[in-house]
């Protein structure tokens, strides 16, 4: 049982209309009365005269909230103070808490890590919670909410029960093998772990594409010395986000921007020109751009188009099924070139080309239009409550090896619809095993069972206050 009682500011720092502090604890309902507040009904927002238990002076007007145990967010005695956002207001309140007996201000986290152990939250939902405070676009907002709403840790307990259900039936088998056991329990039970395994196959498809909604979609800009990739950075961003110069080898190191595209999160790098160089700094940088070209969503690999038209030999990966050309400084040549052109690199690249303008903004919109279509078909194919996360990936991925080799083991030479009779799977104990380690390996996702090693890891990240 927690003994202590904590408190911080919940609100951000810096001069604003309100500020919020959330108190925690068997003691949070004393501190209140200690500062003026009384006993104000629960969840009944009232105004307070508060004052420093220790000088008697006036802190603030404030209302105060009084949420019981178990009903509040950390399921103790929570209290809110909403004062005014005056740092010395601030200020004030802060030392009039830290002077209570038994209160201490919050480490990072700390509420949402009580709210955990106390069953509010799972671990699934405490990182939806992280990911929603965080949350920039659209998308992320929504992905956040339907996360912290539990959508991802009930279709793992699904699959949690389904299997636990299994392997109740395999157990049987094995510790009652002289009753009576009914005729195809285990044929059932091994049916329930291979449709387990193919909906866990099915939402691993989409993990990558789940994390990056998460984080944001990588898009890279490439292609060689002095094309306008810089320039083409800076219309997206619609800011001078990158140095823009006539000299060769202005850009060294990949400069990032983050856009909000249509709601969803963006996050687009300039590289280095693309060429062969004696310079130990260019060719470094030249080395990472191709780097991050391999690893982008989408590559637009960018063309001068007043310049002979030619594609650079680049590594496969470059130009593969995920790139654009954009044919950049269309504004110099005349319309019935620049079809031309479009239809020369399309013949040697089978690649979209859109004709740009970095100078003047002409294509922008196209391209805009080509990256959405592209993030949306990305998005297409993503079902409900998707993989967010590394940790999410890796635990399904223990699940479903476990699973394979369960389905391995029930039966060599059969798939595990022709298993009809318990005497036809050779070592059921060991697939009972695998079926034990695959239901573990689930619950880390919602914090069930394992957690210890990654609760400081999770709740570190988290800011002072929530």
């Known amino acids: 049982m927690v003994e202590d009682t904590i408190f911080a500011l919940a609100s951000g720092h810096g001069a604003a209309g309100i500020a919020v502090f959330r108190i925690s604890g068997p003691r949070a309902a004393g501190a209140l009365a200690a500062l003026g507040g009384g006993r104000p009904a629960p969840r009944l927002a ?50 009039a808490l830290g002077g209570l007996e038994g209160l201490r201000p919050a480490e990072p986290g700390e509420f949402s890590r009580r709210a955990f152990a106390n069953g509010k939250l799972d671990l699934a939902q405490v990182e939806a919670l992280a990911d929603l405070v ?10 956040a909410l339907e996360q912290y709403g539990g959508a991802l840790s009930r279709r793992f307990s699904q699959w949690q029960e389904r299997l636990t259900g299994a392997l109740a039936e395999i157990e ?3 510790d009652f093998a002289d009753e009576d056991i009914p005729a195809g329990a285990l044929a059932h ?20 594409t789940g994390e990056r909604l998460r984080s944001g979609f990588h898009l890279a800009i490439i292609g060689a010395p002095n094309v306008g990739k810089s320039s083409l950075l800076n ?37 280095a020109g693309l060429r062969e160089t004696a310079d130990r700094v260019e060719s470094e940088g030249v080395r990472r751009a191709l780097v991050r070209a391999e690893a982008a969503d989408l590559r637009l690999f960018v063309i001068d188009a007043s310049r002979p038209l030619a594609v650079d030999p680049l590594p496969a990966a470059v130009l593969g099924g995920d790139s654009v050309i954009l044919l950049n400084k269309a504004d110099r040549l005349p319309l019935a070139s620049v079809e031309q052109a479009k239809n020369v690199l399309k013949s040697k690249c089978s690649l979209p080309v859109i004709a740009v303008s970095a100078l003047t903004g ?34 399904l991925s223990d699940a479903a090896e476990a699973l394979a080799r369960a389905l391995a083991l029930a039966d060599r030479s059969a798939t595990p619809e022709q298993v009809a009779e ?45």
């Open 46 to 95: 009232t105004m307070a005269r508060l004052c420093d238990p220790a000088s008697g002076e006036m802190l603030d007007h404030a209302l105060v909230l009084r949420f019981p145990a178990p009903a509040s967010f950390t399921g103790e005695d929570v209290v809110e103070l909403h004062v005014h956002g005056g740092r010395a207001v601030i200020d004030g309140v802060a030392r």
């Open 134 to 143: 965080a949350a920039e676009t659209e998308a992320q907002r929504r992905l």
């Open 172 to 174: 049987a088998v094995v």
């Open 189 to 208: 039970a091994l049916e329930e772990i291979n449709e387990t395994t193919r909906e866990i196959d099915s939402v691993r498809q989409g993990e990558d």
């Open 235 to 271: 219309m997206l961003a619609q800011r001078e986000a990158a140095i823009v110069s006539e000299t060769e080898g202005t850009t060294r190191d990949v400069v990032e921007i983050h856009l909000d595209l249509a709601g969803l999160p963006v996050i687009v790098a300039d590289t």
């Open 362 to 395: 002409a294509g922008i919109d196209d391209v805009l239009r080509h990256i959405r279509a592209f993030l949306e078909d990305k998005l297409s194919g993503l079902g409900p409550a998707p993989l967010t996360r590394e940790r999410h990936r890796l635990a």
């Open 422 to 466: 318990p005497e036809l799977v050779a070592e059921p104990e060991l697939v009972a095993e695998e079926v034990r380690l695959a239901i573990r390996a689930l619950g880390r996702i919602a914090g069930r069972v394992d957690v210890e090693d990654v609760l400081d890891l999770i709740f570190s990240r988290f800011c002072v206050g929530k």
